[in-house]
């Protein structure tokens, strides 16, 4: 389906691989002005030449996204280009799992800092403008794991479960300003990771899911589209899974 984002213009951290780089090129194709956050100057260099020989509005930065700087300077070079922010796409993202007796607390400050802190960054350096502007649209990554756990995954899912209620309080922050504020929970969704696994490991993930099928990153892409779309303002302080059923409440 297509969506009417012509000429929204969308902020998307982690954007030059996997989750990210399958929302940009969503977003696009329906009409966004692009803006392309990520530490991979090398890679979001290649798909925003992708973007732009397709004849898409895009433009790309290098951002830290535990730097509000980096994020905050972000925002100023789309506002000098396109004078306003529309929406952001909190996706950036990592993972460094252990079991507690062996985690460092380098390795839990470290995904905290991307997972959570990021997410606390991106809202904060678009804030300002939708508060200004009466509107805006705020869609952060969250997971699975941060709803039901994992174990050797404390620090992601320590990260991931913030992002959710951090999601709640912004969405009750910003309503009085029609900024809607949303997080989306990906279940096992088709990575380079997942694809690595062996075929016994593939086959206890597919018996976890009822639909029997690991989700692509379209299926996210798709999502975030809708709720970036008119047809989603009714919408806020949600947390939707996509999941292929696999975690029902």
Partial sequence: MKYNLKNKVVLITGASKGIGKAITIKLAANGARTVLLSRNEEKLSMLNDELVNKGFQSIYQSADVSKLEDLEKAVEYAKNKWNTIDAIINNAGITEDNLI??????????????????????????????????????????????????????????SKSGIIGLTKSIA??????????????????????????????????????????????????????????????????????????????
């Fill in 101 to 158: 007796v062996r985690m460092s607390m380098a390795s839990f400050e470290r995904v905290v800092d991307i997972n959570l802190k990021g997410v606390f960054n991106g809202i904060k350096s678009v804030s300002k403008t939708m508060i200004k502007n009466n509107y805006g649209r705020i869609i952060n990554i969250s997971s699975v794991i941060g709803i039901i756990g994992n174990k050797g995954q404390s620090n992601y899912s320590a």
């Fill in 172 to 249: 009750k922050e910003l309503a009085p300003k029609n900024v809607t504020v949303n997080a989306i929970a990906p279940g096992y969704i088709e990575t380079d990771m997942t694809r690595e696994l062996s075929a016994v490991n593939q086959q206890q993930l597919l018996n976890l899911i009822p639909l029997n099928r690991l989700g692509k990153p379209d299926d996210i892409a798709d999502l975030v589209c809708f709720l970036l779309s008119d047809e989603a303002e009714y919408i806020t302080g949600q947390t939707i899974n996509v999941d292929g059923g696999m975690v029902m409440q």
